[in-house]
């Protein structure tokens, strides 16, 4: 029983020996490997880096729960047990570790480029890490000590308010600098200093006429700070690109000019825009929204028309369907980056009441969501098209299962059934999309039979069957869609003979196969 405690109470002294030779390592890190070289880093670099999201909210979880535990303890009666455990701060020292890692790794990708925020971000998580590993060992050697928990809590408070920091340069390099404070309400945005929302009501006077709006600064720059700019900041400039401004488009990145005054088919920011989503050139990335059928035509149109940064709806002679464009975007206000409501009973121009998804669609939808968990939204508020992902269902959703959507099959625009066990009888079920514009089935068990009822959908323009027993004979039917841009065919039954052949029937198509 004495030795029992004796061992319970044996000062913490290899372990902390440990812990200090982590801290130098990961302190030695950015120090020994330098800038990064995202074209010469390994692909199991980049293959891990992107998993430091996943991990990062563990150690931030347990650090959190330890300093609630700690302030409850202050109230509580029960003192012997108010405290978070070693063995807990210990798992949240080492996750916070392994975060560190998976974040060096991510930064020497390439993902992000370098700014005075993701430098501080990385140095912060190295010292929020450091400041872990110190805690545990200042809880550890309280414990064995019986006695001077004051330097645990001070640690512990340390840890946390790093945390916090960190955390937030963290959240400013993926979601843009006002992350936390764009949907403020107006009281709290007085409170920091912040502009109030524009927008129709007490806060905001009516919005100008849309003939009087500056197209750039009134219509184009709101969508790009909506569904842009937070990759493209001050602190965050993916692709050397800032879209902030209009100098700094004209200006672009890596890759040139972001716009070309005049002609939009070359402006990289609509070649970008228009890519199919599962490309990986695609841009918003996975995630984030893309632009709608109505921002795409209208900036579009700006750009052909020159891409004057001052000229207004009317000096530009807006034609009626631009016009009718502009009255469907979703108002959004350039201060804050946050959509706005429109009065009731608001119409757009020509007398066109706003759109919006069918009621009565938005209820039959709403009935699918315990079956189908955020695989069914409608691609834009002011749209009755429905877009499909079965990524959170994969290999739950078989025929049967799919079955159940035919109510609302017409309305797709999107499908994606990638590596579910579905079969040609789903496809089949489609015949009656006829505004289906993308479908995925890769790694599905469809066969050419599902083909057959692809080529009844003219509007598809984006196919992907990797992994599926389609054949030459099969895909070259496709051949037959007026609009398909882009093929995929990677570890199929199709062979090099047969890709050369549908080739040559639709050289406009991009055909991937792996090669």
């Not at 004495?2 to 061992?7: E, K």
């Not at 000096?315 to 959509?339: H, M, R």
């Not at 505004?435 to 692809?454: F, G, H, K, P």
Request: proline residues 7%.
């Amino acid at each position: 029983m004495a030795d029992s405690a004796r061992t319970s109470t044996r000062p913490p002294a290899l372990l902390t020996l440990v812990g200090l030779l982590t801290i130098a390592a990961m302190v030695a890190m950015p120090l020994l490997a330098g800038a990064p070289d995202a074209e010469h880093v390994a692909d199991w670099v980049k293959f891990i880096g992107p998993f430091h999201p996943v991990v990062l909210h563990l150690p931030i979880g347990i650090v959190s729960l330890a300093l609630v535990l700690e302030v409850a303890g202050v109230f509580s009666k029960n003192k012997p047990n108010s405290g978070a455990g070693s063995l807990v701060l210990g798992l949240g020292a080492a996750s916070a570790v392994v975060a560190v890692i998976a974040g060096f790794l991510l930064y020497q990708g390439g993902s992000y480029e370098q700014t005075d925020v993701l430098g501080r971000h990385l140095w912060g998580g190295i010292i929020f890490a450091s400041a872990a590993i110190v805690t545990f060992l200042a809880k550890a050697w309280t414990d064995a000590a019986g006695g001077g928990s004051w330097l645990y809590k001070l640690s512990l408070l340390g840890t946390s308010g790093v945390m916090a920091f960190s955390s937030h340069d963290g959240g400013t390099l993926s979601h843009g600098p006002d992350f936390l404070t764009k949907n403020a309400p107006a009281p709290i945005r007085k409170l920091l200093g912040l502009p109030v929302k524009e927008g129709k009501g007490k806060e905001g006077g009516a919005a100008r006429p849309v003939a009087e709006q500056v197209v750039y600064t009134d219509v184009v720059a709101p969508i790009l700070e909506n569904r842009c700019v937070s990759c493209h900041n001050p602190d965050k400039t993916k692709g050397k690109l800032r879209m902030d401004t209009y100098e700094l488009l004209v200006k672009g990145g890596k890759e040139g000019p972001a716009i070309e005054p005049g002609n939009a088919a070359k402006s990289n920011i609509i070649i970008r825009a228009e890519l199919p989503r599962d490309d990986e050139e695609s841009m918003p990335p996975d995630g984030k929204t893309p632009l709608n059928a109505q921002e795409l035509s209208v900036i579009k149109w700006w750009l052909n028309s020159g891409a004057d940064p001052a000229k207004t709806v009317a000096d530009l002679k807006a034609p009626a369907d631009i016009l009718d464009a502009i009255a469907k975007l979703e108002p959004v206000s350039l201060k804050t980056g946050t959509a706005k409501t429109e009065a009731p009973g608001h119409e757009a121009p020509h007398g066109t009441p706003a759109a919006g998804p069918d009621p009565d669609l938005k209820k039959t939808l709403a009935g699918f969501a315990k079956d189908f968990p955020g695989s069914l939204t409608f691609e834009s508020q002011q749209s009755s098209a429905v877009t499909f992902t079965a990524v959170s269902l994969r290999g739950n959703l078989d025929d049967k299962g799919f079955e159940k959507l035919t109510p609302v099959l017409k309305h797709f625009v999107t499908a994606d059934l990638s590596a579910t066990k579905v079969t040609d009888k789903s496809v089949a079920l489609l015949s009656g999309s006829e505004n289906l514009r993308m479908i995925r089935l890769s790694e599905t068990q469809v066969t050419d039979a599902a083909i057959e009822t692809l080529i009844t959908l003219p509007k598809l323009e984006s196919v992907n069957l990797y992994g599926t027993a389609v054949t030459d004979a099969g895909v070259a039917k496709l051949a037959s869609l007026p609009n398909l841009k882009r093929l995929y065919l990677w570890q199929t039954k199709v062979t090099p003979a047969g890709i050369d052949a549908l080739k040559k029937k639709i050289p406009n198509c991009q055909i991937v196969t792996g090669a």
